[in-house]
């Protein structure tokens, strides 16, 4: 993707931490990919953020609890784990 053009942003420890600066952080850079772990996703879900149509998600890192599972698969978005 970098090669391509695209950006890469790496987000610090304290946005990641809350899952409403991370969603505000999300709306102002509006990534088309996202990786992040189930524990993020579920930070984003609490907070409300809405995927957009064509978002594609990468989730791993540690098992994904059910209402992740949910919440990714009800979305407009793409999501591999």
């Known amino acids: ?16 931490q809350d899952g409403t600066l ?4 999300i709306e102002i850079l ?3 990919v ?8 579920q930070k984003l879900s609490h907070a409300k953020w809405v995927i957009p149509a064509g978002f594609r998600g990468i989730c791993g890192g540690e098992r994904m609890p ?5 919440y990714l698969v009800s979305s407009a978005g793409h999501f591999y784990n």
């Open 22 to 25: 991370l969603k505000q952080k």
């Open 1 to 16: 993707p970098l090669l391509a053009g695209a950006r890469c942003t790496v987000m610090d420890a304290v946005t990641v």
């Open 66 to 70: 059910d209402i992740v599972h949910r």
């Open 30 to 32: 509006k990534p088309t």
């Open 34 to 41: 996202l990786q992040a772990t189930p524990i993020t996703w």
